[in-house]
């Protein structure tokens, strides 16, 4: 039996990608963000049973966000979407977007499958009840997803928290050795910590429920 999804807030739960917060997937009202690994997708399936999934989205298309996309989506019968700068990445399976060329040529020890994309989402665009904001720099087309109305913020690799526990959390921007663009990275997301998330969620790492934490964090990150 695998992983229940755990509830963080309202119709925003947290799904068992990876062992502890290692790699994190999510499902925003109807739909499923991110899919962490190629061998992640059967755990991510079953702790959806009973959700009503409309679509699967992704913050942006590397091995370890979009590992098991395809199949995802063929098991639920669902479209893909992804941010516009990244589709071409998914649809040819080359998610090698990081800005060291060993790097690149590890991930694609761990191939990431080719899936069309139904469409390529750009700032403003409504996913799952959150408005997608562009944020490119760790891959061209990344994204992060905000909701204002109880100021709930996805950042997906923009900006990671390397901390083990929630009590110490510890954000960075990854270095340009795993990033498209990290200098793009640091000036996009200054925009992040305008919005003074109540609680802010990461690609990998637990959340975080401090808006003036992130907000200065990230400040100092972006600066």
Known sequence: MGRSREQLVDEVYVLPAAPGRLINSYLLGDTVID???????????????????????????????????GWLCRELGVPLLVGKADVAAMESGRVDTHGGPVVNA???????????????????????????????GHSPGSLAFWRARDRVLL?????????????????????????FDSGLNRRTVAKL??????????????????????????RQLAD
């Open 193 to 218: 910590a305008e919005l003074r998330p109540a609680l802010a969620l990461f690609g990998h790492g637990p959340a975080v429920r401090d808006p003036g934490l992130f907000a200065d964090s990230v």
């Open 155 to 179: 950042c997906g690799d923009a900006v990671t928290n390397l901390a083990g526990t929630r009590k110490r959390p510890r954000l960075m921007i990854l270095p340009g050795l795993l990033s």
């Open 106 to 136: 590890l991930t694609r020890l761990v191939p990431t499958r080719s899936h069309p994309v139904e469409r390529g989402l750009a700032e403003g665009d409504l996913v799952g009840g959150f408005e997608v904001l562009e944020v490119p």
């Open 35 to 69: 899919s962490g690994m190629r061998w992640s997708g059967r755990s991510i399936a079953r702790s959806l049973r009973g959700a009503d999934v409309r679509a699967h989205a992704l913050t942006h298309a590397h091995f370890d966000h979009a590992g098991s996309s």
